[in-house]
């Protein structure tokens, strides 16, 4: 067990890259604290699997450092870090049983044969399989060859850290949920560090302590789940996590007042002085139909049963609020209040208003 | 009752057709013969099973049997290996891929004559380039139309020459369809490269291997126009394998009776050892 630091890493797949936009991975620093649960959230192609291959040692960065408790792994190859890694589509080795293939790992650094029949019998008693550990791994269905493969990434107990490539892909809907509370779990049990990687926020929320959420190539908020719904420091992050995501409305900066067409918006706090682009977030949970405020007319509303989310339109900015009890027709014209404390201004992106410092 | 739809059988139809008249009605008449003697006027005389005793306690045919075994054997144990480490050795990904492949497909794309009279001028003492670098630079006594052993190496080598490609070229079918997640796993799991090829490799190729052998076993048991035009046979009966006997048998001296027994044995015993191959290399899979 290790705490994990990057130290300013930088990758590009092209042989010699120019700008900014030739990195996958645009300079990366942070520290993974030891026996911490993490989740690397972000859209396809953001770069998170890299970095994930770089910190396993599946691939060389193109610059920076990688530290496990201080010491440089950076020229290590993957068996040599003392990691485990668990990948997208099950990996596991078809000519063995169950119980081979969960005592691979172990088998292959000379851990003697007692040990391993108690680690085996031990993970497969977690993960739920002790009954399938004589048959064939290759007739298993694909939500149980996913958890052997997960085996083998958890059977060693001195490992570094354990990382996992968006894992759930091939799993069922209903064994997802189950899997990743398991997962859960089997963290809070062995306190190892654990890096899990996704793109399905709900995961990432559900087992990460941090989650970090990347951008293009960049990593844009560390942040808890809470944190991270409360209060984006990007708008990306408010758009990607949360279901709708905020709302995101052009403004103009007047002095320390947000105007969204033409009208005043009060805002969490005050905004440091500054030029550019600004824009209102609200998520659609502080949004409230009101009998005085914003006018609005209503494009749609769906029921999703607990709540309603209803879509206006104002001005040409849709703007989303979740309801609950009743909700107006289609057409109507509606009132929208935006909850102060929860009304932040970003510029250009990035959060630029101030918690509980008066405008 | 449900009603079958019966139609079905039209379609099927012209392939029956094909199939009688290409396979069952020559293999028919070879029947026919094996089991009558003519002197030709299509005049027969009924013989029973004689031709078939008679094959099977020959000397002769015992002699080329065995040669035959020997040539398959030897070329199945170098062929195999042998394409299975220049399949691993092949790049996966880039540049040389198309160039890998096409050198690997050009011997088997040379017709089966044209192999044999190129390695038989190929291996001439005095003008042959293999044969001049053996004997008059290398000084080595190589002349596989008086020397038994140097034809047996000659007709090995050219056939490893010509056919090792296919094994390689299947092989290296399964292995490109391995994704990099099982590498890198095994990576993870400190696995050797040994155990890589072990558990991943030789898995995932266990499939078109059994095809390639499979191939190989078949086509170098019937094994004719090759030797036939490098050493027709010799020197004396070295490398008469099985068909190029069978050919002496039925045209050279038109015993035709006995010939067709021959073919009828030699049949059975290609088909017995392949469905044997078969049987042995995909026993473990339905478990």
Not at chain 1, 56 to 80: A, M
Not at chain 1, 183 to 190: A, C, I, N, P, S
Not at chain 1, 255 to 279: D, I, K, M, S, Y
Request: glycine share 8%; proline share 5%; charged share 20%.
């Amino acid at each position: 067990m290790a705490k994990i630091t990057l130290d300013k890493l930088r990758h590009s797949y092209m042989g010699n890259p120019k700008g900014p936009e030739d990195y996958a991975l645009k300079e990366i620093n942070l520290d993974w604290q030891d026996g911490g649960a993490y989740a690397l959230l972000g859209p396809s192609g953001c770069g998170k699997s890299t970095l994930l291959n770089i910190i396993s040692g599946l691939l060389q960065p193109s610059e920076g450092r990688i530290l496990f408790d201080g010491e440089d792994v950076t020229g290590l190859p993957p068996d040599r870090r003392n990691i485990a890694q668990v990948f997208q589509f099950p990996v596991i080795y078809d000519t063995m049983t169950v119980y081979d293939n969960l005592a691979f790992p172990l088998r292959n650094r000379g851990v003697d044969e007692a040990r391993v029949a108690s680690r085996v019998a031990e993970i497969a008693a977690m993960l739920e399989v002790t009954e399938m550990l004589k048959t064939r791994a290759s007739n298993l269905s694909p939500d149980n060859k996913q958890k052997i493969s997960m085996g083998r990434g958890l059977v060693r107990d001195d490992v570094n850290v354990v990382m996992f490539d968006e894992p759930l892909t091939v799993i069922d809907p209903h064994l997802k949920w189950k899997l990743r509370s398991k997962l859960k779990e089997l963290h809070q049990r062995v306190k190892v560090t654990m890096i899990y990687v996704t793109h399905d926020q709900t995961e990432a929320l559900t087992f990460a302590d941090q989650v970090v959420v990347m951008q293009d190539g960049e990593i844009v908020q560390i942040g808890t789940p809470v944190e991270l719904f409360e209060r984006p420091a990007h708008t990306f992050v408010g758009h990607f996590i949360g279901s709708p995501g905020m709302n995101v409305l052009p403004a103009e900066l007047k002095g320390e007042t947000a105007f969204f067409n033409g009208a005043a918006v009060t805002l969490e706090g005050g905004v440091a002085p500054g030029a550019g682009r600004h824009e209102i977030g609200i998520r659609p949970e502080f949004v409230t139909l009101a009998a005085t405020g914003l006018p609005a007319t209503v494009r749609k509303v769906s029921d999703l049963g607990r709540h309603s989310v209803v879509e206006a339109i104002a001005g040409d900015t849709r703007i989303s609020a979740i309801v609950e009890g009743a909700v107006p027709g289609q057409g109507e014209t509606v009132h929208l209040a935006f909850r102060p404390d929860q009304t932040r201004l970003y510029r250009d992106g990035w959060i630029a208003s101030e918690k509980g410092r008066a405008a | 009752m449900r009603k079958v739809n019966q139609k079905g059988w039209f379609f099927v139809l012209p392939v029956l057709i094909l199939v009688a008249f290409n396979a069952l009605v020559p293999m028919m008449t070879v029947v026919n013969y094996s089991v009558q003697e003519t002197f030709g006027d299509n005049v027969f005389f009924w013989q029973g099973l004689d031709w078939f005793q008679q094959i099977l306690r020959s000397e002769r045919f015992h002699a080329a049997l065995g040669r035959q075994f020997l040539f398959t054997a030897m070329i199945l144990a170098i062929e195999v290996p042998l394409g299975v480490i220049i399949a691993l050795s092949m790049p996966r990904k880039g540049f040389w891929v198309p160039v890998c492949l096409v050198t690997m497909a050009l011997p088997m794309l040379i017709p089966w004559n044209v192999v044999g009279a190129m390695w038989n001028i190929f291996t001439l003492p005095d003008i042959g380039l293999l044969g001049y670098l053996m004997n008059h630079t290398l000084g080595i006594d190589y002349n596989m139309t008086q020397d038994p052993v140097a034809a047996w190496i000659t007709v090995i080598v050219m056939d490893v020459w010509h056919w090792t490609s296919l094994v390689v070229l299947l092989c290296y079918a399964g292995l490109v369809s391995i994704p990099d997640a099982y590498y890198q796993a095994a990576k993870i799991d400190g696995a050797s490269n040994w155990s890589v090829f072990r558990y991943i490799q030789l898995p995932k190729m266990k499939q078109v291997l059994t095809i390639a052998v499979l191939l190989r076993f078949m086509d170098s048991f019937n094994i004719y126009t090759e030797p036939f035009v490098l050493t027709g046979g010799g020197p004396g009966n070295s490398t008469t394998l099985l068909s190029i006997d069978l050919v002496k048998i039925a045209l050279g001296q038109f015993d035709l009776g006995p010939a067709a027994a021959m073919s009828l044995i030699y049949f059975a015993i290609t088909l017995f050892v392949s469905w044997l191959f078969y049987t042995l290399m995909t026993r473990n899979d339905a478990k």
